[in-house]
């Protein structure tokens, strides 16, 4: 097997809030190898987006090590952290997070103008990008005048935008109606064949549990790996 594109090991992150302690995450480890969809499943309150912001350079854990392409996240500095969320790993979240005064395109060429992409190469790209999540007809149109999926579509565009070899989901499917997103789901399942990313998606939509090669179970902050060996899709 190739190498990882994602390690952790005994990943352990403590919230404190006054006097009381959570720990929401104990001792986690895994690996994701280039090319891997991985659902991230567990009830609400199970770790999930604790587990994806400490892959995604977003917080940092209590104990452990994080290496995404290479890079040990855990030992980045700031302005290393922000590099990475900018160049290495594309995010997409439940309430898509689009600007709501720019544009799909527009929306789509933020990563693009912070990391410096050349203007005729960046309108090519975010052009590219939209015909990709199936918004050519939409690309001038602001977020209020999109549905919820074409939201979701143009904030995985914008994920893609510099090349991630990591896409992280938080739940991309929990604002949508379940036909929505199943059909988000079916794009992620798409892109990460056709653009050849990993991606770790946090979930409870059965739909990406059947689209997944791999299925990580959270539970208390731990993790439970379920059906590793055996890749749902072939
Ligand atoms: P999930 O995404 O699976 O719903 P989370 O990772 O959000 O789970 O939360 C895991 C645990 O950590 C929960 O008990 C939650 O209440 C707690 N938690 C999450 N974020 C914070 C925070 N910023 N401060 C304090 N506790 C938090
Ligand atoms: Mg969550």
Redesign the pocket.
Known sequence: MSEPLVVVEGVRKV?R?GPRE?V?LKDVSFEAYPGELIAVR?R???????LLNQVGGLDRPDAGRVVVAGHEVTALPEDGLLTLRRDVVGFVFQSFGLIPVLSAAENVGVPMRLARMPSAEREERVAMLLALVGLERQVNQRPYELSGGQQQRVAIARSLANRPRLLIADEPTGQLDSQTGRQIMELLRALVRSEGVTALV?THDPSLITLADRVLE?HDGTLRTARAETPLTA
């Open positions: 919230y809030t959570v929401a567990g609400s309150g199970s770790g999930k987006t604790t946090a959270m």
